[in-house]
């Protein structure tokens, strides 16, 4: 479901705010659109009305994430507005105008697959960008989905996935071009 219909509590708005922050912390340029969804009733047909959507858009095509704009699905166990929902996946794909050229999903082994895919270092932005999401929506009272493996599936197993943070993500090949513009 659209984004900025899932704004219902200021709790909710605020995570919302929070997840566009996450996304421009890795990828600085990129604008967030919180209705990528169409109002259509064939479109409406196939919103999943426990998730969390919305796309980040580029100036232009981004070449080193294959795309130009990237769908970004939040998937939680049951509607938002009950405290016992809890975030059960991500689902990000890249586009651009020929259409689908990468997908990522954080249910199985957090990899990307497609025609065109991101560069090692765009990967790795992307999934920290999953992890922190994760820890955003964290329930403290709570363990997990098991099926979260960040930073192709490699964590501590006695490190419980709610513990998973942006600073235990491994840190990027430093070999890469780092160079803000190519980024």
């Known amino acids: 479901m659209n984004a900025s219909e ?5 709790e909710l708005a ?3 705010a929070q997840i566009t922050l996450l996304f421009k912390q890795e990828f ?14 064939d479109t409406q047909n196939t919103v999943d009305p426990d998730s969390i959507d ?4 580029f100036p232009g095509r981004k070449p080193n994430c294959q ?11 049951d509607t938002l507005l009950i405290r016992t929902s809890q975030i059960i996946g991500l689902e990000l794909s890249g586009h651009d105008h020929i259409g689908q050229q990468w997908r990522l999903s954080t249910v199985g082994k957090w990899r990307c697959e497609g ?4 560069t090692p270092y765009a990967q790795q932005c992307l999934k920290r960008f999953c992890q922190n999401v994760f820890y955003l929506f964290r329930d403290p ?3 997990p989905n098991a099926s979260m493996e960040p930073a192709e599936g490699k964590y501590d197993s006695s490190e419980s996935a709610g513990d998973l943070r942006a600073s235990s993500m491994p ?5 890469l071009d780092l160079d803000p513009d190519r980024i």
């Open 6 to 10: 899932q704004a219902r509590t200021p």
């Open 14 to 16: 605020g995570k919302i």
């Open 28 to 41: 600085a340029d990129a604008k967030v659109d919180l209705s990528p969804w169409l109002h259509d009733p």
């Open 54 to 57: 919305l796309s980040f858009n």
């Open 67 to 77: 795309s130009r704009s990237i769908l970004a699905q939040i998937r939680f166990s």
């Open 115 to 118: 025609k065109s895919l991101p």
């Open 141 to 143: 009272s709570s363990v």
């Open 171 to 175: 840190e990027p090949n430093l070999d």
